[in-house]
Antibody, heavy 120, light 106 residues
Framework: EVQLVESGGGLVQPGGSLRLSCAAS????????MLWVRQSKGKGLEWVSF???????LYPDSVKGRFTISRENANDSLYLQMNRLTAGDTAVYYC??????????????WGQGALVTVSS | DIQMTQSPSSLSVSVGDRVTITCQAS??????LNWYQQKPGKAPKALIY???NLERGVPSRFSGSGSGTHFTFTISSLQPEDIATYYC????????FGQGTKLEIK
């Protein structure tokens, strides 16, 4: 059974840093692209980072230069290092597995989410 | 950046209704569009990928169509368990979600 379990969420002051982890199980983690997607309370979904199976990364402008996605295939783990946090980064952060073929890609498994609150 | 305009933002529905949600892309994304369902307090769940392909295990009352800039998601006969918020997502370059459509019981 595929499982993704996030951890590391919590309360952090503006300007602070936080590192989220996502423990994967039930599939060959190293063979899959992985993403972090966030959702502010009562709002929609926003993609915040991508890491390919080969280690290539992508970020939207909203977090570029502040967030870093990484992976440790040996430990089946995904990470999101978040620096210079602002109130606008307050959200539930989901890790998600991307099912990918040459013609399509979609997020077929998601974790339960980790709440990050940025407040003084 | 590619913008996704989803409508309506909310919809009052009854069991048995045919429900249609649209998603408009700001530029041609071919068929690079997915649809997700999200229930309160839960993670999103993939329903439709590549505009019209049904994810494994998803009931056939859900369907998707479209290409280019205009896409449609349909529930042919709404069931009580379909009350949720639905999102479109483009993956042409690189990823953007629509604002969501919340279904509410009339």
């Amino acid at each position: 059974e595929v499982q993704l379990v996030e951890s590391g969420g919590g309360l952090v002051q503006p300007g602070g840093s936080l590192r989220l982890s996502c423990a994967a199980s039930g599939f060959s983690f190293g063979a899959y692209n992985m993403l972090w997607v966030r959702q502010s309370k009562g709002k929609g979904l926003e993609w915040v980072s991508f890491i390919g199976a080969g280690g290539d990364t992508l970020y939207p402008d909203s977090v570029k230069g502040r967030f870093t996605i990484s992976r440790e295939n040996a430990n089946d783990s995904l990470y999101l290092q978040m620096n210079r946090l602002t109130a606008g980064d307050t959200a539930v952060y989901y890790c998600a597995r991307e099912r990918y073929s040459g013609n399509y890609r979609y997020l077929d498994y998601w974790g339960q989410g980790a709440l990050v609150t940025v407040s003084s | 950046d590619i913008q996704m305009t989803q409508s309506p933002s909310s919809l009052s529905v009854s069991v048995g209704d045919r429900v249609t949600i649209t998603c408009q892309a700001s530029q041609d994304i071919h068929k690079s569009l997915n649809w997700y369902q999200q229930k309160p307090g839960k993670a999103p769940k993939a329903l439709i990928y590549d505009a019209s392909n049904l994810e494994r295990g998803v009931p056939s009352r859900f369907s998707g169509s479209g290409s280019g800039t205009h896409f449609t998601f349909t529930i042919s006969s709404l069931q009580p368990e379909d009350i949720a918020t639905y999102y479109c997502q483009q993956y042409h370059s690189p990823y953007t979600f629509g604002q969501g459509t919340k279904l509410e019981i009339k």
